[in-house]
């Protein structure tokens, strides 16, 4: 063919699919005679492929809420640990058990953090299992492979702990550094245990950032599959969880917020010492960490509340 007729057959396909087959396209066509049937088959697949567009609408539509939803499952569950953690073994724990009213607090806490994190699950899991049944049934091992790095990553991370808990008798984790506390004599040294517990939030934030990003190009690599009639039904479904659940785990992480803040104010009244004592997060006092918990949740709770918005501004059909 013609180099201008080319240069215009090429144009008729999407950006997207230009970058990534353009040269290898543009040499095909060249080398190929300018046929009725040809030329109608090549405008035939620029109209599929452009027409494939709306795929990839419904990928970022799937994307967004689907992400919104897991970083509010990584907030609750980074609150949480850092709540019992900063609590656990501690004097703390002995003001807990001695007031009623922080008990109740404390209970309000677990339940509503138990409750937000399975809505999570039940939200999430059906949703990646429906992307990871496309992408085995289109033989995509990258998109596995991306799915497959979070339950990786926190294998590795979960080894390490094991590892160094073997070796050395202390778990690094960064409750257990330093503090107004005395460290057993079989543990290592100060300076050893800083050094193994940054490598240990080195493994989970690396770990937590590479999840991410991997999750959204396998996403993004759902509008390259053969299978593109199945992307709106995939649509379909995130939208149905995301506001099923979206909402009430949203509620769920304000009970656990309110139990929070209830329960800081009602600790530090109680027992002004304990609250004010190095034992949270990187030998911060009690109050900081918690504080810091707090935090997150709030995160955790604009995330659900996020991705239930989303959901439900993204249209109204029904689940089929």
């Not at 405008?43 to 990928?59: D, F, Q, S, T």
């Not at 330093?178 to 245990?193: F, M």
């Amino acid at each position: 063919m013609k180099p201008q007729v080319v240069r215009l057959l090429v144009g008729l396909y999407p950006a997207g699919w230009r970058a990534r087959y353009g040269e290898e396209f543009r040499t095909l066509l060249e080398e190929q005679p300018a046929t009725l049937g040809g030329l109608t088959n090549i405008i035939g697949c620029a109209l599929y492929e452009r027409a494939g567009l709306l795929g990839g609408k419904l990928v970022k539509e799937v994307k967004n809420s689907l992400t919104l939803v897991l970083c509010a499952g990584v907030a609750t569950l980074a609150a949480g640990a850092n709540l019992y953690f900063t609590v656990d073994d501690t004097p703390l724990a002995a003001v807990v058990q001695a007031h009623s009213l922080l008990a109740v607090c404390w209970w309000v806490m677990a339940a509503g953090s138990v409750l937000a994190a399975a809505g999570l699950v039940v939200a999430v899991v059906p949703v990646l299992s429906a992307i990871a049944r496309l992408a085995w049934a289109g033989r995509r091992r990258d998109i596995g492979l991306r799915l497959a790095l979070a339950p990786g990553a926190l294998m590795a991370a979960l080894l390490w702990i094991v590892v160094v808990v073997a070796r050395t008798h202390w778990a690094p984790l960064p409750w257990g550094v330093t503090g107004d506390w005395l460290a057993p004599a079989n543990w290592p040294p100060l300076k050893v245990r800083w050094e193994l517990c940054w490598v240990t939030l080195a493994l989970l934030a690396g770990g937590g950032i590479a999840c991410a990003m991997s999750l959204r190009q396998a996403m993004a690599l759902l509008e390259s599959l053969p299978q593109k009639h199945a992307l709106p039904a995939l649509k379909r479904l995130s939208r149905h969880r995301m506001r099923k659940f979206g909402l009430p785990i949203c509620m769920a992480t304000l009970c656990t917020i309110a139990g929070a803040v209830v329960g800081g104010v009602l600790a530090d009244s109680y027992s002004p010492g304990a609250a004010q004592a190095r034992f949270g997060f990187l030998a911060s006092t009690a109050l900081v960490s918690w504080l810091a918990s707090i935090g997150l949740l709030v995160a955790s709770a604009a995330a659900a509340l996020g991705s239930f918005r989303c959901a439900g501004s993204s249209g109204t059909e029904p689940i089929q």
